[in-house]
């Protein structure tokens, strides 16, 4: 069973064995048995972090699992992205934002390399 932190307002916080379906409910103060609200510990150093440096912590994490590698074309793409007027996926043809991976085997299969590896073609 995991541990919980509680806090109660007269004694401060104190820790439970709980289950995890009992993980939402309060506990008993071991002090006062007063009903106390589970409390989610946050590192202060997260809470005194920079506000720039807690942005690139979050794009850093939400990057993990697709990661985007900054490339030349990559950021010309995302420059023509930002230029652009119409909306996304306008399809004005006026100029194309992203060129196509397209590739032929040769077998005559289509191919598209490098977009998203970890998936399997059919």
Not at 14 to 26: G, H, R, T, V
Not at 55 to 68: D, G, L, Q, W
Request: hydrophobic share 35%.
């Amino acid at each position: 069973m995991p541990v919980y932190d509680y806090k109660c307002t007269d004694h401060g916080l104190f820790y439970e064995l709980a289950s995890m379906d009992d993980s939402s409910k309060p506990a008993a103060c071991p002090t006062c048995a007063k009903l106390s609200a589970r409390v989610i510990m946050v590192a202060p150093e997260f809470l005194d972090m920079k506000k720039e440096n807690r942005a690139a912590h979050a794009r850093n994490e939400s990057a993990m699992h697709a990661p985007i590698f900054s490339t030349p074309d990559y950021r010309a793409e995302q420059q023509a992205r930002r230029e652009h007027k119409h909306g996304k996926g306008c399809g004005c043809g006026d100029k194309p934002i992203r060129k196509s991976n397209l590739m032929y085997t040769a077998g005559g299969n289509k191919m598209f390399p490098s977009m998203r590896p970890w998936m399997i073609s059919h």
